[in-house]
Nanobody, 122 residues
Framework: QVRLVESGGGLVQAGGSLRLSCAAS????????MGWFRQAPGKEREFVAT????????WYADSVQGRFTTSRDNAKNTVYLQMNSLKPEDTAVYYC???????????????WGQGTQVTVSS
């Protein structure tokens, strides 16, 4: 019912910025909470940010608080992750996800995009 496609990943130097996009489609898109997660090689998928669909309220992982911002464009059915002051530790594949309620747990989400690679060099 929900399809998600991430884009905007790439290579950036430490201290730089990237904006990731998650384009969503589906009959019930507006009823889903959205989340951002990331996964580095050999590590578990970890929570980055989540945003509600009704009022746009957002929560962030401590590791990205103050540097990352998630937002929405309802007219485009798109959720964004603005990443500033990037660090090498942010290097990972970034995924967007949709679920019935927002959560910091990957298993709470029902639909996932295929991911976009973010690489931060020193």
């Amino acid at each position: 019912q929900v399809r998600l496609v991430e884009s905007g990943g790439g290579l950036v130097q430490a201290g730089g910025s990237l904006r990731l996009s998650c384009a969503a489609s589906g009959r019930t898109f507006n009823t889903y909470a959205m989340g951002w997660f990331r996964q580095a090689p050999g590590k578990e998928r970890e929570f980055v940010a989540t945003i509600r669909r009704d009022d746009g309220s957002a929560w962030y992982a401590d590791s990205v608080q103050g540097r990352f911002t998630t937002s929405r464009d309802n007219a485009k059915n798109t959720v964004y992750l603005q990443m500033n002051s990037l660090k090498p530790e942010d290097t990972a594949v970034y995924y967007c996800a949709a679920g019935g309620r927002w959560s910091v747990v990957p298993g709470a989400y029902d639909y996932w995009g295929q991911g976009t690679q973010v690489t931060v060099s020193s």
